[in-house]
């Protein structure tokens, strides 16, 4: 059992990691995300870079060919009228993995490029 600060109470309270997590994150007075010291990159300045962006743009290429082949699949169960295909990501940061994931369509599958809508989900 953890205490949560966040309400007062005399007795101690259920905190699940999910609220813990979110504590954590983005708490208005204590959150990692909140104070804005955090910087996302690729410079040495940075607070951290992901493995996607430590990888451009071929890791962005990677996932776009893989998006492709199960474009193609998922297409062979479908009508015949090219469908709508949503990419979603979550916690993308400045975009860097959409920018090279899309590139990557637009040379390489442009039929799937010209489908694509990209969702992205960012919090921080």
């Not at 909140?34 to 493995?51: I, N, P, S």
């Not at 590139?103 to 490029?113: Q, S, T």
């Amino acid at each position: 059992r953890l205490s949560c600060s966040r309400r007062a109470t005399a007795r101690p309270m259920e905190y699940s990691f999910h609220q813990f997590m979110e504590d954590s994150l983005h708490h208005e007075v204590w959150g990692y995300y909140v104070d804005g010291r955090v910087h996302f990159g690729e410079g040495k300045a940075d607070d951290f870079t992901t493995f996607p962006v430590s990888m451009r743009p071929c890791f962005g290429q990677f996932v776009g060919e893989r998006v492709s082949t199960l474009s193609l699949a998922a297409s062979q169960s479908l009508p015949p009228a090219p469908a709508p295909f949503f990419l979603v990501e979550l916690g993308a940061g400045l975009g860097a993995l959409a920018h090279d994931i899309l590139c990557y369509l637009r040379d390489a599958r442009r039929e799937l490029y010209d489908r694509v809508t990209y969702v992205i989900g960012e919090r921080s």
